[in-house]
């Protein structure tokens, strides 16, 4: 079985993506209502890439269970 435990850095990490995700979508939106879409694309995209980083622990497990499956 895989040890469970997070480190401190890893939390930390994980808090600090999802803020930057959080902070990210809101100056996509002001860039979207500023009429710059180009810029606000780019910056929704890192926002969700920030977000998604938040689940990757999860994204993880999920993907290793997914190929245990297709191993048996």
């Known amino acids: 079985m895989v ?3 997070k480190s ?3 939390l930390i990490s ?3 993506f999802f803020v930057a ?3 990210a979508l809101y100056s996509g939106g002001s860039f979207f209502n500023q009429g710059q879409y180009l810029k606000c694309f780019f910056v929704y995209l890192g926002g969700i890439l920030s977000l998604l ?3 990757r622990f ?8 997914i190929k245990s499956k297709n191993d048996n």
């Open 8 to 10: 401190t850095g890893q």
């Open 21 to 23: 995700g959080i902070l």
């Open 58 to 65: 999860q994204i993880q497990n999920m993907i290793d269970r």
């Open 3 to 5: 040890n469970r435990r």
């Open 53 to 55: 980083a938040v689940f």
């Open 14 to 16: 994980s808090l600090v």
